[in-house]
């Protein structure tokens, strides 16, 4: 298949669904490289331009949020169209936000690979393009301090859930729930780091 400009740029930080990713679209001829946060993202970029970034939210170092903003806000960047992934960041003002980002589409996951092809053709087969103007550095702040706020209560919410459950369940059925905790717990604390990285950004943007 005839891509343009380069190849498609996928950012999953989760190995067994960055692997899956890649070989669906290889599978069908593009060509791919990938990164495992928005950070190794902005270093792939600078060495390929690529036709297409695909990219999940909620990642280390550098989130999804971030790294759209980055990419939008640089004269370089601001026309590869991108496609957001997400499993966390699914709700209505999740998907208004990325959208004013600059995101030409927004996927949930579990990744559908047929709604993913076809999602990546007809984004490749559009031509350049259209994107916002970047969102102002106040903007962006407030909205994603917003996004990270709404999922931290959520997260903490589905602990307290959980944790509630688990005391009424007999013990041949707490496995399950207990990794499901676990799993809770670890995203809880992946949020608070984000949120605790972008607050001390905006002391610094605000000084």
């Given at each position: ?92 003002e999740d998907k208004q936000f990325a ?62 859930r959980t944790e509630r459950l688990l005391e009424s369940l007999p ?37």
């Amino acid at each position: 298949m005839s891509i343009p400009y380069g190849p498609l740029l996928v950012v999953e930080d989760i190995a067994h669904i960055l692997q899956l990713l890649e070989v669906t679209l290889r599978f069908k001829g593009y060509p791919v490289v990938t990164a495992r946060n928005g950070q190794e993202a902005l270093e792939k970029i600078q060495i390929e331009h690529p036709a297409l970034i695909i990219t999940d939210i909620l990642m280390p170092k550098l989130d999804g949020f971030a790294l759209v903003h980055r990419l939008r806000t640089d004269p370089k960047t601001n026309r590869i169209p991108i496609i957001f992934l997400s499993a966390t960041y699914v709700t209505p003002e999740d998907k208004q936000f990325a959208l004013k980002l600059g995101a030409v589409r927004f996927l949930e996951k579990p990744v559908d690979t047929e709604e993913l092809l076809l999602t990546v053709a007809e984004v490749l087969t559009a031509g350049p393009a259209t994107v916002p103007k970047p969102l102002e550095e106040q903007a962006f702040y407030k909205g994603y301090r917003e996004r990270l706020e709404s999922k931290l209560r959520h997260k903490i919410n589905q602990i307290q859930r959980t944790e509630r459950l688990l005391e009424s369940l007999p013990e041949d059925q707490k496995a399950a729930f207990i990794t499901l905790l676990e799993e809770s717990r670890a995203h809880r604390e992946e949020i608070q780091r984000e949120l605790d990285d972008l607050y001390q950004l905006i002391k610094q943007y605000t000084e």
